[in-house]
């Protein structure tokens, strides 16, 4: 996947790792606009994932 900043490979970084990464962004929305479009990047927020072991057998 192409990153288009240093925060993006630097999140990209963190998820190959134990971490899990979700991107917080914001803008005001008016009655009826898209909520999608025109966000404005805030903050990163990182979840400790470690692998976890070998899968006990069934």
């Known amino acids: 996947m192409a990153h288009s900043s240093r925060g993006g ?9 134990s971490f ?5 962004a914001s803008r005001p929305v008016p009655d009826g606009a ?3 479009a025109n966000l404005s990047f805030e903050s ?11 899968p006990a057998r069934a």
Do not use: I, M, Q
């Open 44 to 54: 990163s927020l990182l979840f400790l994932d470690p692998p976890k072991g070998t």
């Open 9 to 17: 490979a630097r999140g990209a970084a963190w998820g190959d790792g």
């Open 34 to 36: 898209p909520t999608e």
């Open 20 to 24: 899990r990464v979700l991107g917080v």
